[in-house]
Every structure is written in structure tokens, then in C-alpha cells.
């Protein structure tokens, strides 16, 4: 399975982003896509996960600003990113965990948040 992100780029503190991750194959029943991020000198973080069935988990940092929503018919799912935060800083990368416990990573988008 391939995933391609995109979406990244350069916004102001306050702005606002998309990412888009689109998968090389049908979004499956139990499967769950998930958007993690990782800044410079830390650890990869899980920011926002969504399965099959529509259930939404967020980080703390995130909740109330970020949305994770799918689109099955273009086997896609998004990040909505809303009051961006120079802590938002990081490269973005979207994952699908299988149901039979394959993981699959996207090249990961940057996301400069500038104050």
C-alpha cells in the first residue's frame, strides 16, 4: 500500500492548513488511518486517528483545533489544521494500521508555522 502526503507548507500563527493522504488502495473495513508528526530533536507524536467506522481520537495539544475526517470514495483522508501554532511545527506523516496489523507510512509533508 502506498500513501501519499500532501498539503504542507508555510502559515502564519493563527492560519490554517489541510493535509490530504491518499492511499493506493481502498480504506478496508477495522482498518485505521492515523496523522502523526515529528519536530526537529523529538520523538514522532500521534496527533489525530480515525477508523473505518467514523471514531475520531485526538492528541491534547491538538483538540479543538485539528480534524480528521476520510473520504472513501477517493480512499483519502484529511487533517483539517485550524489556529496553527508555531508549535505545530513539524513534518507530518500519515499512517495506515491494517486490520491484520500491517503498518503503512506516508514521506511526510512539512508544516512551518511561523509567530
Known amino acids: 500500500v502506498q500513501l501519499q502526503a500532501s498539503g504542507g507548507g508555510l502559515v502564519q500563527a493563527g492560519g490554517s492548513l489541510r493535509l490530504s493522504c491518499a492511499a493506493s488502495r481502498s480504506i478496508l473495513s477495522r482498518d485505521v488511518m492515523r496523522w502523526y508528526r515529528q519536530a526537529p530533536g523529538k520523538q514522532r507524536e500521534l496527533v489525530a486517528t480515525?477508523?473505518?467506522?467514523?471514531?475520531?481520537t485526538y492528541a491534547d495539544s491538538v483538540k479543538g483545533r485539528f480534524a480528521i475526517s476520510g473520504d472513501d470514495a477517493e480512499n483519502t483522508v484529511y487533517l483539517q489544521m485550524n489556529s496553527l501554532k508555531p508549535e505545530d511545527t513539524a513534518v507530518y506523516y500519515c499512517n495506515l494500521l491494517t486490520r491484520i496489523g500491517e503498518n503503512y507510512w506516508g514521506q511526510g509533508t512539512q508544516v512551518t508555522v511561523s509567530s
Open positions: 480515525i477508523t473505518t467506522g467514523g471514531t475520531t
